[in-house]
Structures are given as structure tokens and as C-alpha cells.
């Protein structure tokens, strides 16, 4: 799914799933008006007629109709019969239908077209709006919403299927919008359940089946719009006008189960986590990422794998972040991957260690780095893009910071911290990169013991045992403790490379 179709998709999400205030002043068709304001600034084609009734506006034969970028297809959701109603403490009540179709078609690489059918529903819904024009609160709760692939075509033939759907049960969402020379939007989300279904029955031999559920689900985040529209395609544009969000999804505990078979090899699978978490933002000054998991555990086998395959990690995250856009400044930049407790299964050390000599102590891959760069392209602008292709480089690292390092596995623990300075003027004392000055400190334990136990599974010979120990004794030197070397790569001003004092370059 393109950026462009998970922003409209949440836009219009958002005008369903949304806030109550004790006061208000605002009308029907002042939250009308912004709707249709709201959704064609994210591209959206709004019809309908309208027709009041007392306190009631009824808008038939309502459609919002969207084309996908480059001529690739188009989205068009029916809300025929959405009411807003004005109440007596001045706020306004919307009504949607039970049943919302929504229709797309697009073309495949193949140049082959796909359409179809969902059908977005909905059970005990109530949606209030209050505040005023230009400050409105959405009040949403619903017993569950749900979405479900009504039918699918490819090329005029349908797609047989047993069950396509999603479905989020006690919902409630507030969402605080407040407009001036942007659309400031503060939006909550919780739902005690979410549940997944995909049943595909067999078509050319091929079947699959995956069901998964998350708990506690919750959504906190924050958006601001142009006013007057604005083309997510082109997002250079947009963050100079202003457009911002940051999101935090979080869930507390899900499980997944599939099984199928895939050009005649069968196959199955199931993994649990007990909770998670996903935090995006964006600006003009940065692009970040986070993302975590506590109490993995998954296991696979078939799909041409001869035996299980089993993963398990008390706790794991990633975590990406750099600037946008150009700039005379350096911004921070960070990357991080954390896979720590990680364990496998007993099969599966028995084919690389039958014996038994390594130890079988969970293992942890933690890195983490953050530094200082600044962007010489603007990397949303296509044609300063372009420029890539043709060898120019993207941008500039001013500064490194190694703020972790572990490497712990199979009795040997590697670990490390340092920092570097980089010299962009200067790509003539060490060729072909900025001149670096700075220091990494390594500590190694269980290296000796580790590369002991190789030799003895026969994995490694006598005289790469060998070769392996020169090099630590030219990189490292004796530690405290038994089994640890200790080692400080460093590069100096005069561009010399030393390790532990003595000079390598």
C-alpha cells in the first residue's frame, strides 16, 4: 500500500471513528461543511444531495471518490443516507449507514484488472460533535467495526473467497480538530479487541488460511494539514506547508496462526507476542520511527524448510530517525536494533552442536547509534531525487556515536562504545571517505573459550584457530578477568590509525 493510500485510508477512517464536549456551537451543516472541506484536501471527489428536515440534515446519494496516483485506479466509498442531526445542548449527531460500501479497481503490474467490493460496517455507532466552527470535537463509540471483502475480480474472473475481514470490538475515539492557518488535529483511539480472518479457499492448488487477534489497542497522535488542499504525492510540498503528525499504537498481547499450501509445499505457522508498541512522526526537520516487542515466541515448518524452525526474544525493538530535507545544519540521526533473550529450539542447535558443547544461554543483538547529518537533496523531491541515480551523494555525516554494541552468543560476549567526528573537506587522508577522528572501546569475554569449542565441533580448523588469535593479540590486549580482551581502535588528528597505542595506518 503506497503512502498516498494509507493517508487517505486513515483520513476518511478518521471522520468516522471520532469526540464530546459540554458545550458547543456548532450546526449541521457547519460539520458538514467541514467534512467535505476535510476530505477534498486529501484529494477526495464529495457528492451528494442535500435536504433538511427540522433538525435533521440528510445527505442522499452520497459518494467520496478518490483516484489513485499515475492513473493506477480509484476508491469510492457510498454514504448514502449519513444524517446530521442538530441536539438541543448544541451539539450535532451524525448517523451512518449500518453498511458502507466501499469499491476500488486498479491494475495489476501485469496490466491486469482488479475490482471489488468491502464492505465497512458498524454496530451500536454514535458519533457526537461539539465545540464550534473552527474547534470541533468528535465523540465516538461503537460496539464494533468491521471490514470485510465483499467480492474481488481479476481480469472479469472472481476470486473465490471463504472469508477476508477485520473487526475491532468496544471502540470509543476522540479527535480535537481546530482550524486556522492549518488543520490542527489531536485524535485518541482504544478498542478492547481486534481480530483478523483470511480464508482463501484453493485456487490452481494454492490454499491459505491466517487468523490473528491483538488485545487492549490504543492510539494517541497528533496531525496538522494545509489548509486548501494538498497532494500527498508530493511531499516536499507538504512539509513546507506545514503538514506534521506523530502516532503511537500500542496493543498488549496478539497471536497470529496460518497455514496453507504454496506451489505444492504445505505449510504452517503461529506466533504470540505479549504486548507491542509503533511510534511514527514526521515534520519538515525529521522522519522517525520506533517500533518494540515483549514475548515473542513464533514457530514455522513446512514451506520447503525440512525441520521446525522456532524464535523466541523476551524483548525486541528497531529504531530509525533522520532529517528531511535540506539544510546548512547538521540534525540528529539515530538506528537502533534490539534483539535480546533470543532463544531456539533444541533441534535446532542439535544439527550445528549434536554434543552439546555450546552453551545454550539466551542470546542478544543490541545496536544502537545516533550521530549528526545534514541532507544535500531533498530526498521527496523527485527530480532532486533523480540526482542520486547518477552518484551524487544524498548527504553529509558530521558525527558518529556508538552509544551500544553487544554481540552475545554461545558463551562469548562482545561489547563496545565510541565516537566519531567526520572531516567532509578533507576525502584525501583516508580515500574516498571524510576523514574520521575519534575511538571505539571493545571488550571481548568467552572469545578464547568460544573459538575452543569450534575447534573441538571441528567447525573450525587448527590453523584459522590460529590465524584468528594473531589478530586478536594485534587488536587486543589482556583485561581483567579470565577469557577478556580489551581493545580502543582509535584515528587521530594526523589521520593515523592505532589500536591500543600502536599504529595500524
Known amino acids: 500500500m503506497t503512502f498516498r493510500q494509507t493517508l487517505l485510508s486513515t483520513a476518511a477512517m478518521a471522520l468516522i471513528g471520532a469526540p464530546h464536549a459540554a458545550f458547543a456551537d456548532v450546526s449541521a451543516q457547519d460539520v458538514w461543511s467541514d467534512w467535505k472541506s476535510y476530505m477534498q484536501a486529501f484529494g477526495y471527489n464529495v457528492e451528494g444531495s442535500e435536504a433538511t428536515s427540522g433538525d435533521t440534515l440528510t445527505i442522499s446519494e452520497m459518494k467520496m471518490m478518490v483516484d489513485l496516483p499515475d492513473e493506477e485506479g480509484s476508491v469510492s466509498i457510498d454514504l448514502t443516507g449519513v444524517t446530521f442531526t442538530n441536539m438541543s445542548d448544541g451539539s450535532v449527531e451524525i448517523k451512518i449507514p449500518e453498511t458502507m460500501p466501499i469499491s476500488f479497481k486498479f491494475n495489476t503490474e501485469k496490466d491486469e484488472p482488479i475490482e471489488g467490493v468491502l464492505d465497512y460496517t458498524n454496530s451500536d455507532l454514535s458519533i457526537k460533535v461539539s465545540g464550534d466552527p473552527a474547534n470541533m470535537t468528535y465523540q465516538t463509540n461503537a460496539a464494533e467495526l468491521a471490514l470485510a471483502v465483499r467480492t474481488v475480480t481479476v481480469a472479469g474472473t472472481t476470486i473465490p473467497l471463504n472469508a477476508v475481514n477485520m473487526k475491532l470490538g468496544n471502540v470509543t475515539s476522540k479527535m480535537e480538530m481546530k482550524i486556522g ?174 554434543t552439546a558443547q555450546l552453551p545454550r544461554d539466551p542470546a542478544t543483538l543490541n545496536i544502537d547509534l545516533a550521530g549528526k547529518a545534514k541532507l544535500l537533496i531533498d530526498i521527496f523531491n523527485p527530480e532532486e531525487a533523480a540526482k542520486m541515480e547518477a552518484g551524487t551523494a544524498p548527504g553529509e555525516v558530521e558525527s558518529l556515536e556508538v552509544r551500544a554494541l553487544q554481540l552475545k552468543a554461545a558463551g562469548a560476549d562482545l561489547t563496545g562504545k565510541g565516537a566519531f567526528t567526520f572531516d567532509n573537506s578533507d576525502m584525501e587522508t583516508i580515500p574516498g571517505m571524510p576523514k574520521p577522528t575519534g575511538a571505539v572501546e571493545l571488550k571481548l569475554t568467552g572469545g578464547n573459550g568460544l573459538l575452543d569449542k569450534l575447534v573441538a565441533m571441528g567447525l573450525v580448523q587448527d590453523e584459522q584457530a590460529m590465524g584468528a588469535r594473531m589478530m586478536m593479540g594485534l587488536f587486543a590486549v589482556a583485561g581483567e578477568g579470565e577469557d577478556t580482551l580489551n581493545s580502543k581502535i582509535e584515528v587521530n588528528e594526523e589521520g593515523h590509525v592505532l589500536a591500543n597505542g600502536q599504529r595500524l595506518r
Not at 499504537?249 to 509445499?265: A, C, P, R, V
Not at 504452517?268 to 505479549?274: A, E, L, N, W
Not at 537502533?336 to 533473550?341: A, F, S
Open 181 to 354: 492557518n492549518l488543520r490542527e488535529v489531536v485524535q485518541s483511539f482504544a478498542a478492547a479487541s481486534l481480530s483478523y480472518d483470511i480464508d482463501i479457499p484453493p485456487i490452481d492448488g494454492n490454499t491459505f488460511k491466517l487468523v490473528g487477534s491483538m488485545n487492549a489497542l490504543n492510539f494517541d497522535g497528533t496531525g496538522a494539514y494545509p489548509m486548501g488542499g494538498f497532494d500527498p504525492q508530493d511531499m516536499s510540498a507538504m512539509l513546507k506547508a506545514g503538514f506534521a503528525f506523530t502516532g503511537m499504537f500500542t496493543h498488549q498481547g496478539g497471536n497470529i496462526d496460518f497455514d496453507g499450501l504454496i506451489d505444492g509445499e504445505a505449510m504452517q505457522g503461529k506466533s504470540t507476542t505479549q504486548s507491542g508498541s509503533l511510534k511514527v512522526a514526521m515534520d519538515a526537520d525529521q522522519l522517525h520511527y520506533t517500533a518494540a516487542a515483549t514475548g515473542l515466541t513464533s514457530n514455522m515448518t513446512g514451506g520447503g524448510i525440512p525441520l521446525p524452525v522456532e524464535i523466541n526474544a523476551e524483548n525486541s525493538s528497531f529504531n530509525f530517525k533522520m532529517p528531511v530535507g535540506t539544510s546548512d545544519e547538521a540534525k540528529d540521526f539515530e538506528f537502533g536494533i534490539l534483539l535480546g533473550g533470543f532463544t531456539t529450539s533444541e533441534m535446532l542447535w542439535s544439527m550445528v552442536d549434536p
